[in-house]
Structures are given as C-alpha cells and as structure tokens.
Nanobody
Framework: QVQLVESGGGLVQPGGSLRLSCAAS????????MGWYRQAPGKQRELVAN???????NVADSVKGRFTISRDNAKNTVYLQMNSLKPEDTADYYC??????????????WGQGTKVTVSS
C-alpha cells in the first residue's frame, strides 16, 4: 500500500501564507512526478503545480509568482509554499504522485486532501 499524508492546511487571512506537505510512505521504488491539485465545492479539480524527478516544475497561471512547489527525495515529500493567499485559493488541496511501488507498474496515487480556507 501507498499512503500520502497531507498536512499544513487551515484558515488564513488574505495575504497570508501556508505551507502544505505531502509525505509518501510505502514500498516506493521510484517516484516520478509529484504535484498538487485543488478542488473548490461545485468546481472541477484543477492542477496547481507539479514537479518531476529532475526538479523541473510547472505552475498554474492562477498561482504563478505566489506558490512554489518543491520536493525532498530523501523524505519522499513534496511541499507547496503558498504566499499572498487570496479568497479564490480556498479549496481542498490534493497531493498526487506518479510512482512505481515494489515491482509493480507506474501508477497514480492521490492523497486524502487538506482544506485551505482564505477568509477575513
């Protein structure tokens, strides 16, 4: 089994910052892409940012310049530093990884989500 444990969400005022963490556990042989998605109530889940094994990143235009994604390969952890938060950033944030587990094929794994609320 693969478990993605997310943390760092919460309530913050507009302009504030949060740092999300997603730690992957299990018999992970190789972790390729790691990323963050978000979904607000009644809206489609959307990509926030992702990062590959070489450290190359893609960030959505809506958060570019405010959010930064990074990874710690030794800890099997991906981070999302969220600065200058806006009310429209309010959503459930989901960690997503593409990895090989044990001798199995490359597969997609999702975290349970962590809630971010930006409100005054």
């Amino acid at each position: 089994q693969v478990q993605l444990v997310e943390s760092g969400g919460g309530l913050v005022q507009p302009g504030g910052s949060l740092r999300l963490s997603c730690a992957a556990s299990g018999n992970i042989f190789n972790m390729n892409h790691m990323g963050w998605y978000r979904q607000a109530p009644g809206k489609q889940r959307e990509l926030v940012a992702n990062i590959d094994s070489g450290g190359r990143t893609n960030v959505a235009d809506s958060v570019k310049g405010r959010f930064t994604i990074s990874r710690d390969n030794a800890k099997n952890t991906v981070y999302l530093q969220m600065n200058s938060l806006k009310p429209e950033d309010t959503a459930d944030y989901y960690c997503r990884i593409i990895a090989t587990v044990g001798r199995g094929p490359e597969s997609v794994y999702w975290g349970q989500g962590t809630k971010v609320t930006v409100s005054s």
